[in-house]
């Protein structure tokens, strides 16, 4: 999901360059599959939570991947996308909620217990944020 924070960001973007882009054929294809997926009942609640790891760390890398062709091609790009920067920090702070939450998430699937130690404490009510298309934060 897309936050306004997010929205205003890109747009601004945008705005900056007057271009703007439709999906590409394989996103316009992989996002109703992912939502289908995350709606279903065939996967666990840690198989989704992979799944959207994994997506967010494929946009993770693309961001970076944008913020390094920036870095060659010129100054004005770099300052264009500079508010790119801040939606990939959060990205980034989002994956690693995710993956305390993947550990508290796969040891409990797996034991049917409480992980003893993790990467963060997800106590009852715990939220990853706003953005996660998982359900855990609902």
């Not at 992989?30 to 992979?50: A, H, N």
């Not at 967010?56 to 390094?68: E, P, T, Y």
Request: aromatic share 6%; charged share 20%; proline share 2%.
């Amino acid at each position: 999901m897309i936050t306004s924070k997010t929205s205003v960001f890109i747009a601004t973007v945008i705005v900056q360059y007057s271009i703007q882009a439709e999906p590409s054929a394989a996103t316009q294809i992989f996002i109703p599959q992912f939502e289908q997926m995350m709606s279903g009942d065939e996967f666990t609640f840690y198989q989704k939570l992979i799944h959207h790891e994994l997506m967010k760390h494929g946009q993770a890398m693309s961001k970076i991947m944008i913020h390094q062709a920036a870095q060659v091609v010129g100054a004005d790009i770099k300052v264009a996308i500079a508010p790119l920067n801040t939606v990939n920090f959060e990205g980034r702070a989002h994956q690693e909620q995710l993956k305390g939450m993947l550990e508290q998430v796969g040891v409990r699937e797996m034991t049917g217990q409480d992980a003893k130690q993790g990467r963060r404490k997800m106590g009852a009510g715990a939220r990853c944020d706003d953005r996660c298309l998982v359900g855990c934060c609902w």
